[in-house]
């Protein structure tokens, strides 16, 4: 089980910067995502910027969210 996400920050470019219980802090980009099925909706900037950690992982008000482990394994690295 990987570590969950305790909180976050949108970016520009639809891109969420994650921080892990673990103490990591990465990047998860939405856009190949935003084609797809009800992910569709969070093109709206506005949608996408109301997104919240949810239970580990991170939800928005229309019940798009994603696995945490994906979520850890497909971020990428923040260098500090």
């Known amino acids: 089980?990987?570590?969950?996400?305790?909180?976050?920050?949108?970016l520009d470019d639809?891109?969420?910067?994650?921080?892990?219980?673990?103490?990591?802090?990465?990047?998860?980009?939405?856009?190949?995502f935003l084609e797809k099925g009800i992910f569709k909706e969070l093109r709206d900037k506005?949608?996408?910027?109301?997104?919240?950690?949810?239970?580990?992982?991170?939800?928005w008000q229309n019940g798009q969210d994603f696995c945490p482990d994906t979520l850890y394994i497909e971020a990428k690295s923040q260098n500090n």
């Not at 639809?14 to 190949?32: A, C, Q, S, T, W």
């Not at 506005?46 to 939800?59: D, M, Q, R, Y």
Request: net charge positive.
């Open 14 to 32: 639809y891109k969420l910067k994650l921080f892990f219980e673990n103490g990591e802090i990465k990047i998860f980009d939405v856009r190949p």
């Open 46 to 59: 506005e949608l996408f910027k109301n997104v919240k950690v949810f239970l580990g992982s991170v939800k």
């Open 1 to 10: 089980m990987h570590p969950r996400v305790k909180n976050l920050e949108t």
